[in-house]
């Protein structure tokens, strides 16, 4: 069964960063592309990164280009996102996602973790 | 960027009706849609992609069409089960675009 779980999420003031990071188990963690979506409190589903299954290729949304960096551990099935320079309107739930295989599509998805920034 | 526009905003409807949920591009996607299901307080759930192709384990009262900038998510027969709010999204190039989802009400 495939399963994603994210974690490190939390309350942290503007300016400051964060880390969150998806455990992944139930499939080849290797072979797969991964996602980072978040959903503002009440507010619709937002794209914010993809990383290839190599880590060969990266790509941001323009609202975290520059601040926020995808990257993945292979050996611990282990997906992250660093997060600096926080502000608050990026409050929203985080959701990991595992694409499928040749398509960017999001077939699995966390349960999500919570980020609030607020000071 | 490739706009996603999702009409209407709020759908009712009663159990057992053919309902139908719309999504227009910006511009040519070449099919490269998809249907996700949110349920409230949960993760969404992959419906439907490559704009007319069930995910494994979907109920086949849901269906999809479409191509060029228009497409649709049929229910052939509304179930309570399928009160949720429901996002197309487009990867036929960056960035990635979610549309701002019609949410689904059993009247």
């Known amino acids: 069964e495939v399963q994603l779980v994210e974690s490190g999420g939390g309350l942290v003031k503007p300016g400051s960063s964060l880390k969150l990071s998806c455990v992944a188990s139930g499939f080849t963690f290797s072979s797969y592309g991964m996602h980072w979506i978040r959903q503002a409190p009440k507010k619709g589903l937002e794209w914010i990164a993809l990383?290839?299954?190599?880590?060969?290729?990266?790509y941001y949304a323009d609202s975290v280009k520059g601040r926020f960096t995808i990257s993945r551990d292979n050996s611990k099935n282990t997906l992250y996102l660093e997060m600096n320079s926080l502000r608050s309107e990026d409050t929203a739930m985080y959701y990991c996602?595992?694409?499928?295989?040749?398509?960017?599509?999001?077939?699995?998805w966390g349960q999500g973790v919570m980020v609030t920034v607020s000071s | 960027d490739i706009q996603m526009t999702q009409s209407p905003p709020v759908l009712s409807a009663s159990v057992g009706d053919r309902v139908t949920l719309s999504c227009k591009a910006s511009?040519?996607?070449?099919?490269?849609l998809d249907w996700y299901q949110q349920k409230h307080g949960e993760a969404p759930k992959l419906l439907i992609y490559?704009?007319?192709n069930l995910q494994t384990g979907i109920p086949s009262r849901f269906s999809g069409s479409g191509s060029g900038t228009d497409y649709t998510l049929t229910i052939s027969s509304l179930q309570p089960e399928d009160v949720a709010t429901y996002y197309c999204?487009?990867?036929?190039?960056?960035?990635?675009?979610f549309g701002s989802g019609t949410k689904l009400e059993i009247k």
């Open positions: 511009q040519n996607i070449n099919k490269n």
């Open positions: 490559y704009t007319n």
């Open positions: 996602a595992k694409s499928p295989v040749r398509r960017v599509s999001f077939d699995y």
């Open positions: 990383i290839y299954y190599d880590s060969s290729n990266k």
């Open positions: 999204y487009q990867y036929n190039s960056g960035p990635l675009t």
